[in-house]
């Protein structure tokens, strides 16, 4: 069983920077990979960024890279986001997941066992 909760959302302008958390519970957390997702009103949740279970590897959805990068302290049972370059287009709700596929560099969304209740980001132009 994993618990996870998010924190590090905010108002921000756009260019500016924020770093999201998501704190886990349970004693398999350094054995799940981890995603964020991101949900915008009348929307349907996106994949944001995955991270392997040892930090082996990730990778972003397009429409971020470049700009956000996930990363992950098994010490501290946490993932993070560091959003950077912000857009108005970014504003969302975020939640992170645990997929227990650890070793897999790419997960479907239906793989993901875990999730957050979420962060708002908005964005302001």
């Known amino acids: 069983q994993v618990q996870l909760v998010e924190s590090g959302g905010g108002l921000v302008q756009a260019g500016g920077s924020l770093r999201l958390s998501c704190s886990a519970s349970?004693?398999?957390?350094?054995?799940?990979?981890l995603g964020w997702f991101r949900q915008a009103p009348g929307k349907e949740r996106e994949f944001v960024a995955r991270?392997?279970?040892?930090?082996?590897?990730?990778y972003h959805a397009d429409s971020v890279k470049g700009r956000f990068t996930i990363s992950r302290d098994n010490a501290k049972n946490t993932v993070y986001l560091q959003m950077d370059s912000l857009k108005p287009e970014d504003t969302a709700v975020y939640y992170c997941?645990?997929?227990?596929?650890?070793?897999?560099?790419?997960?479907?969304?239906?793989?993901?066992?875990?999730w957050g209740q979420g962060t708002q980001v908005t964005v302001s132009s």
């Open positions: 991270i392997t279970w040892n930090a082996g590897s990730s």
């Open positions: 349970g004693r398999t957390f350094s054995s799940y990979a």
């Open positions: 997941a645990a997929d227990p596929r650890g070793r897999s560099v790419y997960g479907d969304i239906s793989w993901y066992n875990y």
